[in-house]
């Protein structure tokens, strides 16, 4: 929303001035952020953790997954990026490849992408073709006698080069998965809050249909303050908590924080930020195609809202 929105500044001070605790005491805010958030996301992601970081809530989506489905590997795309801890480490390519390799139970999917991929603007069914890699994937790691606890991407992946997946990808990837009795992971931790501009979650240009079981989000959710989340469905949660371990984080979640969330989504309303997204990405979409007539080393432009691609080429 902005360097040092004022609205921001003033949540955070008048919070930070009355309290901010140890989130093990409980507190209104988090309650109300959890509620409020609730209502941007399809009714069955029901349950919220609080966090600091984005990895912080990509490591948690992980556990989450493995207890719920009792199996450990995991399905991302080539390229992708999804944190610092080890955990995400060992499920991000582009970190892994340059550090000890890929591990036994990370499996790689083709990158969904129609410009430069595997299958592209004129294959008669890229959507199929790209999910049947998939497939292909959870079949031969069975054969193998491993187990898919999940599959885990960002929504639009954007180390992996701004990439948009062809709508009805996402479902057709969902149904082998949960045949396969894993979960899927939305990463929304770069590509949320309103970013895409038609929609508030970038999940949701895949269609309304389409449901993640968990969802990610991180870095825009406090506009700089350390502030992350982890929505899920009952079923997951119960699980989890099932362990007897419960989830508990020291400052994830605490008044400032939350204060500072509510402030974010306040703003973003307030200020039609999504509807800005959606106009100023569509200005600058038009003036990238007109380079792309003029310079043949644009090869592509692609986007949605702010979040665009310029794909440069020899």
């Known amino acids: 929303v902005g360097h040092c929105h004022p609205d921001i500044i003033k949540a955070a001070h008048e919070q930070n001035q009355l309290l901010n605790t140890n989130s093990r005491y409980l507190h209104d805010n988090l309650v109300d952020y959890a509620e409020r958030l609730s209502k941007t996301l399809p009714e069955k992601l029901c349950i919220f953790y609080f966090l600091n970081s984005g990895s912080e809530a990509n490591d948690l989506a992980l556990r989450l997954a493995r207890q719920y489905t009792k199996h450990e590997d995991v399905i991302v795309l080539d ?26 139970w990370v499996h790689v999917a083709p990158v969904p992408d129609t410009y430069r991929g ?24 069975h054969k193998r006698g491993r187990k898919i606890a999940a599959f885990f991407a960002e929504s639009l992946p954007s180390v992996g080069g701004q990439i948009i997946p062809p709508a009805g990808y996402f479902q057709k990837v969902a149904e082998h998965v949960h045949k396969a009795g894993g979960v899927f992971i939305a990463d929304e931790i770069q590509v949320g809050f309103g970013r895409v501009g038609k929609h508030f979650w970038a999940f949701q ?15 825009p959710i406090g506009n700089g303050h350390p502030l992350a989340c982890v929505a899920t469905t ?16 020291t400052f994830g979640g605490n008044p ?52 665009i691609g310029v794909d440069l080429i020899k």
Request: aromatic share 8%; with cysteine; net charge negative.
């Open 79 to 104: 390229h992708a990026y999804h944190g610092h801890l080890t955990s995400l480490i060992d499920i991000s390519p582009y970190k892994f490849r340059n550090l000890e390799g890929q591990k036994e």
């Open 118 to 141: 595997l299958y592209r603007e004129d294959h008669e069914d890229s959507v199929t073709a790209y999910a049947n890699e998939v497939k292909t994937i959870i079949e031969q790691a």
């Open 205 to 219: 240009l895949q269609g309304e249909d389409f449901i993640p079981d968990i969802v990610t989000m991180g870095k």
């Open 234 to 249: 009952k079923e997951i949660a119960e699980a989890f908590a099932a362990t007897g371990v419960e989830y508990f984080n």
């Open 256 to 307: 400032v924080s939350c204060a500072i969330g509510l402030a974010v989504l306040d703003v973003i309303e307030k200020e039609h930020l999504q509807a800005h997204a959606t106009e100023v990405g569509n200005f600058l979409m038009k003036l990238l195609k007109e380079q792309k007539i003029k310079h043949p080393i644009i090869g592509d432009v692609r986007g949605s809202g702010l979040f």
